[in-house]
C-alpha cells in the first residue's frame, strides 16, 4: 500500500443604521450591536453596522393597511411597526370576498411530499374527529401541504363537500374567527342573533363528518390578548363529534389542549430531500432552464446552499425565467436574498422569504435579548452545538436560556441533536439585517479559542466533537484575522487544529489569511506556520503549492557553512515535508534524497523523535519499491530509538510497518499479529490514521488467506475511518482491496465498479500511479470475464502511465505479467513471450524480486510447453 505521512504532531466596517422599534423594548442599536452579552453597554463604531440587502422592507405589500402602523425611513430604508397589531388590518370587517381571495390555489408543481400527504390523509380518514398539526418554519409549504391533503379524493368522499378553509391571517381574535367561519360556511344569520350560537347550532346539527382547516394559525394564536379566547373557541370546536381539525402554524406544538396527531418530526415538516427539490426547481423555471453538465451541478450547488426549503427553491427557480442560471448563481454570491423575492411583485409571506422571516419575528415579539441571541445564532453557521452547555461558556449574564424556547417555538431555530441551528435562508436575512456587534464576535473568539485548548488529547475522541463546530471556528477566526481585531493567539488556535488532518482545507485558509494581514507575527511562528501549512495542502494532493510553501521557507537559510539548532530544525522540517511530497507521487529518489537531508539536519538539532520518524519513513520507501530487507533494518533501527526516547506511538508505528513486511513477504500469521497489536495501541493512542491503515492490511491479509467475510469487514472498517479523516487515497486503496475480494469471488462486475471508484479518487488527488494500477487492476478483470478488447486497452493505458515512473518496477514488471497471460489467453504467442520476457528483466533488474522473476520463467516455460503440444490453454 502506498502511503502519505499524517499530519504530525464578516465583520467589515460598514455604515450603521439604527432600526427603531416604537412601543417595543429598547432601540435596535442597543438590543444588537451596542449591548454586551454580559450585560455591559460599549460604543461600536458607526461604520461597523451592515446595511440591509433590502432597501424597502414592505413596500407595496399585498393586503397591507399601514393606517394603525408607525412609520419611520431609517436611511432609506422603511421600518414599519405595527402598534400592537400583526401585519393586517384586521379591524376592518373582513368579507367572504376576502377570504376567497386570501385562499390560494393547490399547487401544480407540488415535489416531495407524497409521503406527508398520504400520512395526512390516512389520519383524516380514520374513523371519528381527528386532529391534523402541520407545523413548521414559515416557507416550509404547510399551506400547499394542507390543500393537497384537503383536496385528496378519498378526504373529500369521507367530508362530502364540508372542508372548509380559513385564512387565519386575516383574523385577530376569537369573534373574527367566528365571523370567518360564518362566511366560508354560508350560515344565515337572523337579526340580533348570537354568531357564537349559530356556530355551534351548526356544528351540533351537522349530519355528515365535516373538516376546519385553520391556515396560518399563529397569527390569531399570538396576537396582543387574544390567546384565551382564541384557545377557547378552538377547544370547544373540537369537542363536536362530527368535526375534524387541521392547523397549519409556525412553531413546533399544535395550538391549545387537543390530542394533535403531527407530520414530521419534532421540529415539523422538513425540507425537501435534494432529488424532489431539483425536480421542482426545475418545473418552476420551466423552459428557459437550459440543461447541460454545468447548470446540472450548479442547480445541485445552489440547492444545497439553500438548503432545500421549498419557498426559497421557488422564487429562486423563478428568477430563471426571466435571466439565466448563471446570472442567478452571480446574484446569490453577491446578494443573497434578492433572488429569494419573487421578481416584479410586491412583498407578501409567499413572495419573499425575508418577509415571512419578519413576519415571524413581529408575530412571535422577538426583541430585545431575543433577537441579540437570534442574531448571533445566524452568525455561526453550525448554529449553537450543545447550547445547554455551550451557552453559558460562550456569553456571562442571566436569561439566555430562557429566550431560547421563544425562538424554537417561532421555529426560526430548530433544536437538532441538543444543537440549535438555523436555515440557510433564514440565517442569511438575519445576519444582513441584524448584524452582531463586535464585542460579541470577541468573546465568540475566546469561546473558541479556549474550546480548542480543551478538546481531548485522543484525537479519535476529539474529531467528532470538533466537527459540529469547525464551521464557527472558521468564520470567526476569518473575521477576526481580516479586521484585525483578534483578541486570541491564532497561531496557538491553528497549532490546535492542526491536529485533525479532516480540517486541513479550514486550517489552509486561516493560515494564508493570517500570513497575509499580521504583520507583526514572530519570525518563528511565520516559518511554522508556512511548513504546516505545506504539510496540509501535501495531505490534500495540492503537491505543487505545497513544495512552493516549502521552498519559500527554505530559500532563506543557508544550507552551508555554520548554522544554528534551530536553523538545522528548520533544514530538517523543509527536507522531511519534500520528502512527503515526492513519496505519494513515486519519485522515489527524490523522496529518499530528501529523507536522508532531513535525518541529517535533525540528528545535527538533536531532535531524536524527528530523526526516527524520518528513518521509519525512509523503511517506509524502501518498502514501496519491494525492498524488503532493506526496510526491516530501518524500521528496526527507528524501533530501537523510538524505544530510548520513550515514544510508545513511534514504537509502535515501526511495529505496524514491520508487519506490512511480513505481509508483503507472504508471512500472514506472523503479519496478522504485528499489525492487530499496532492497531490497538493506535486506537488507545487516537491515532485514527494508523488504526485504519492497520485495519486496511488485516483486510489483505484475509483476502490472501481466502477469509473473504473478514475481509470485507476490516476494509470497510478502514474505508470508514479514512472518509471520516479525509484521507481520499486510503479511500481508493480500500475500494481497490474491495474489487479484489470480489475477484477472488468471481463477481466481476462488483470489481469493475469498486476499481472504477478508486480511480475516479486517485484521480482527484492526482495518484497517476494509482490510476495506473487500477487501469492494471481492471484489465484483470475485463480477461476473466473474455472481454479482451477492453483489457488490452486498460493494460496499454497502465503501461503508458507507468512510464513516467520507472522506479515503479513491481507494478511495471506485473502489469506486463498480467499482459503477457491476455495474450496466452488470445492465442498470439508471440506477443505473450515478449510480454513475459519484458516482465522478468523488469523485475530481474530491480534486485529483489527473486520470487517474480521464477514466476515469469514458469510462464516462458508454460508457454514452451503450449506451442509443443498445440494447447490454447493457460
Known sequence: MKRTTPQEGELDLRNKKRHKHAQEAGNYDSAIAGTSLSGTNIQIPGEQMQTSTSSHFFT???????????????AGNQIINYDSGPPFDTKKKVTADMIASATPAVLNIFKGREELVEQGVNILCQQGPRFLAILGAGGMGKTSLALHIMNAPSVKDKFAGRCYFIPCELFEDAESLIQGLIHVMELPMQENQSKQKALFDHLQSAQGDLLIVFDNFETPWNYDNSRDGVKNLLEKIAQYEKVSLVVTMRGPNGPGDIPWERLGDKSGIPTLLPVPAKEAFKAFAGNNLQSSDDSESQIDSLLYQLEYVPLAIRLSAQHVKRVSLQALIKMWEKERMSILEEPGVNAGRLTSVGFSIDLSIKIFKIEGKRLVLLSVISFLPDGIPFWLECLDQMFSGEGWHSNVSTLLHSSLISDQNDGLKMLAPVREHIHSRYPIGQNIVDQLERFYAQFLQNLPINNMQARPILQLHINNIDKIFKAQITSGYSKTSCVLALRKLNRFELFNPVSVSLIALLLQHDQNIKKEDEVDLKLMRASQLRWMGEFQDAEAQVMSVKECLNEEGNISQSEAGILGSCFDTLQHIYYPQAQYEKAINMNLKAQ????QSGNQWAQANSMSWLGDIYGAQARYKEASEMFSEAQQLFQQIGNELGVAECLQRLGDIY???????????????????????GNQLRAAECLWSLGDLYRMQEKYDEATEMTLKAQKQYEEIGYKQGVAWCLCSLGDV???QGQ???AVDMFSKAQMQFQIIGGIVGVALCYQYLGRTYKLQGEYKKSKETFTKALELLKEFPGEKYEIGYTLLYFGYLFFDMKDFAEARRKYKEARDTFDSHGQLEKQVDTCSEALAKLDEAEASGSISE
Do not use: L, P, W
Request: charged share 25%.
Open 60 to 74: 407595496g405589500s399585498q393586503n397591507n393597511d399601514f393606517r394603525e402602523a408607525i412609520i419611520t425611513n431609517v
Open 663 to 685: 505481509r508483503m513477504q507472504d508471512k500472514y500469521d506472523e503479519a496478522i499479529g504485528m499489525i492487530s497489536g499496532a492497531q490497538k495501541q493506535f486506537e488507545t493512542f
Open 600 to 603: 541529517k539536519y535533525f540528528k
Open 748 to 750: 466481476y462486475a462488483e
Open 742 to 744: 470480489y475477484i477472488n
